[in-house]
Antibody, heavy 122, light 110 residues
Framework: QLQLQESGPRLVKPSETLSLICSVSGGNIASTNYYWGWIRQPPGKGLEWIGNIYYTGSTYYNPSLKSRVTISVDTSKNQFSLKLSSVTAADTAIYYC??????????????WGQGTLVTVSS | QSALTQPPSASGSPGQSVTISCTGTSNDVGGYNYVSWYQQHPGKAPKLMIYEVSKRPSGVPDRFSGSKSGNTASLTVSGLRAEDEADYHCSSYAGINNLVFGGGTKLTVL
């Protein structure tokens, strides 16, 4: 059974870089059938797509975050990661990693990690 | 990019049907048949309930159905049950490998 687990610092200072890792177990991140993504949810608010990556390293980012986001993949460790630079309090959110089926232009996510709350504060 | 518009809340009694709307533009909901719906219970991760407007993943009860008309997609939950009480989020492909979500709707089972 596929499992995704987010890990990383829970507290980040303003202007610094938020870094998270998603560890994938029970499935191969190098599968040609899936892409991998990051989604966030500010406390009490809706979901916001951050970006996706395919195992080849191809990435797609939310235009509103693109200048600050980097998503990368490490197939040897079956992990992918998120870096968000120059964070502010507005970046405080639960960050989820997820898997989506790579079929045409489908962009839904059929398996999710439990999420991790990252707080931006000095 | 703007988020899709969902009503903040919806409610219904057990056994009834309730419909939640998700309004976008011709650049997202209206332009593609790639609308998804997620159910999220408090403190839990979202769960995919509907994809490609009206398709259900394996294991999702057929009480959940999706549709679309123009720039508005809808999720209908029939035969409401207590466990359906949750937040529901819609999303849509928005072109050029872009994805947009709605603000979420809190469904209360009275």
């Amino acid at each position: 059974q596929l499992q995704l687990q987010e890990s990383g610092p829970r507290l980040v200072k303003p202007s610094e870089t938020l870094s998270l890792i998603c560890s994938v177990s029970g499935g191969n991140i190098a599968s040609t059938n899936y892409y991998w993504g990051w989604i966030r949810q500010p406390p009490g608010k809706g979901l916001e797509w951050i970006g996706n990556i395919y195992y080849t390293g191809s990435t797609y980012y939310n235009p509103s975050l693109k200048s600050r986001v980097t998503i990368s993949v490490d197939t040897s460790k079956n992990q992918f990661s998120l870096k968000l630079s120059s964070v502010t309090a507005a970046d405080t959110a639960i960050y989820y990693c997820a898997r989506g089926p790579r079929l045409g232009i489908r962009r839904d996510f059929d398996s999710w990690g439990q999420g991790t709350l990252v707080t931006v504060s000095s | 990019q703007s988020a899709l518009t969902q009503p903040p809340s919806a409610s219904g009694s057990p056994g009834q049907s309730v419909t939640i709307s998700c309004t976008g533009t011709s650049n997202d909901v209206g332009g593609y048949n790639y609308v998804s719906w997620y159910q999220q219970h408090p403190g839990k991760a979202p769960k995919l309930m509907i994809y490609e407007v009206s398709k259900r993943p394996s294991g999702v009860p057929d009480r959940f159905s999706g549709s679309k008309s123009g720039n508005t997609a809808s999720l209908t939950v029939s035969g409401l049950r207590a466990e359906d009480e949750a937040d529901y989020h819609c999303s849509s492909y928005a072109g050029i490998n872009n994805l947009v979500f709605g603000g979420g709707t809190k469904l209360t089972v009275l």
